[in-house]
């Protein structure tokens, strides 16, 4: 059984404008963050990006995969609850691929997950394209299929 999805994800174009610049920093790499928030009855709401380094055991590997380091988690969820908020998910690129879950991606995540992913779009042959896209996910555990969650911006 998997915990409701949220409605939506509310947040302000300049966080996504940091969000999306920690994800490609890292390129050609997988870039990684963890997301600060509050949850809300009519959808979450992010507030924080907490910027991780991508410690995938296997460096070479780091183009395809991404893990984030425990200890970070402990800080940033420790951080979050000072400030009355609280650790809603994770984000993550893929470089040259669609912003769309990997299998690895969920069967690596704890389920219920809140996934962000920034991925290639617009050329549908897995080259980077027209640009890179932020898509928002809730990712039960399988055989439910992932879940592609609505953005509302707020200024």
């Known amino acids: ?24 920093v890292a390129q050609p790499e997988e870039g990684c963050a963890l997301l600060l928030g509050q949850r809300q009855s009519d ?8 910027p991780c380094c ?4 296997q460096p070479g590997a780091r183009n395809h995969r ?7 988690q402990l800080l940033a969820q420790k951080w979050a609850r000072e400030r ?5 998910g994770s984000a993550h690129s893929h470089p040259v691929t669609a912003p769309v879950p990997s299998t690895t991606d969920c069967r690596l995540c704890v389920w219920p997950a809140l996934m962000v992913i920034m991925g290639a779009v617009g050329s549908g ?11 928002g996910w809730w990712i039960c555990q399988p055989p439910a299929p992932p879940q592609r969650l609505p953005w509302r911006m707020e200024s």
């Open 66 to 72: 991404f893990a984030i380091d425990p200890r970070e």
């Open 54 to 57: 991508n410690v995938w055991p």
């Open 125 to 135: 042959d897995g080259s980077q394209g027209q640009g890179q896209e932020l898509v």
């Open 1 to 24: 059984m998997c915990l409701q999805a949220p409605a939506h994800l509310r947040a302000d174009l300049q966080l996504l404008t940091v969000l999306s610049r920690i994800l490609a």
């Open 43 to 50: 959808g979450w709401q992010l507030r924080r990006i907490w």
């Open 84 to 88: 009355g908020l609280e650790l809603l």
